[in-house]
């Protein structure tokens, strides 16, 4: 009885030292209908399957006439507030409009387009800042086609640096120019109005088809066992 009760004590304990509390999200989107959302959404012509939010991969545009600016979707997560400084996101994707070319994942910002995951010739993850100013095509990391992948990006704007994960594991880090700058909306009427994760890049009408299972957005660098456990189990 003794020996059992000692080993049952030292399982609690492994568990407990592997257990990572994360930090409270300033942006939390599930698509479950169990969890309230962390952070304003605005979504048209969208659809739930499963536990997941589908996008049909279509512009929407009110200069194509009324017979085509509905049948576009409109997807925009605001997190509670971010923070252009340091900054996390994470997102589980399915895609369905891969082909080859450029196709958009995530964009961060509506107006300036500040930062955008997209999949470049041969599959290939790519970031882009400052509205494709920077790319970067990311090593090792391929984006297929009905598969699902859990990406994250943590942005260090002081020390200059970007940190890229697939699947909870850190694939490359990115070293910024010395000069680098985040270049954002800057005008005190409309900056914070761009502090949105979104899934339309609207500055060459890339959009994301495919599933959603989540997006979440922390304010400030986590740390590799943190991204493990982010939309792992979602």
């Not at 895609?95 to 599959?123: D, F, H, M, Q, Y």
Request: proline share 3%.
């Amino acid at each position: 009885m003794k020996t059992t009760l000692t080993f049952l004590f030292w399982l609690a304990c492994i568990s407990l030292q592997a257990a990572v509390i994360l930090p409270s999200p300033v942006g939390e989107f599930l698509f479950d209908g169990k969890h309230p959302y962390v952070g304003g959404a605005v979504v048209t012509n969208v659809t739930v399957r499963g536990k997941a939010l589908y996008l049909n991969g279509k512009y929407s545009t009110d200069y194509w006439g009324d017979d085509k600016q509905h049948t576009g979707y409109t997807a925009v997560f605001r997190p509670l507030n971010l923070s252009y400084e340091k900054f996390t996101v994470a997102v589980k994707l399915h895609p369905e409009n891969i082909s080859g070319g450029k196709t958009t994942l995530l964009v961060g910002g509506a107006s300036a387009r500040w930062l955008v995951l997209n999949v470049v010739e041969t599959n290939r993850l790519e970031l882009s800042l400052n509205n494709h100013q920077f790319r970067h095509a990311v090593d090792g990391v391929t984006i297929t086609n009905g598969a699902w992948i859990t990406l994250a990006i943590s942005f260090d704007l002081e020390n200059r640096k970007v940190f890229v994960y697939a699947h909870g594991i850190r694939a490359e880090e990115i070293q910024l120019p010395a000069d680098f700058t985040l270049d954002i909306i800057t005008d005190e009427k409309f900056k914070e109005s761009d502090k949105v994760w979104t899934f339309t890049n609207y500055s060459d009408a890339g959009t994301f088809q495919g599933l959603i299972g989540g997006l979440l957005s922390f304010n400030g660098i986590l740390s590799d066992d943190e991204i493990k456990q982010l939309l792992s189990d979602k």
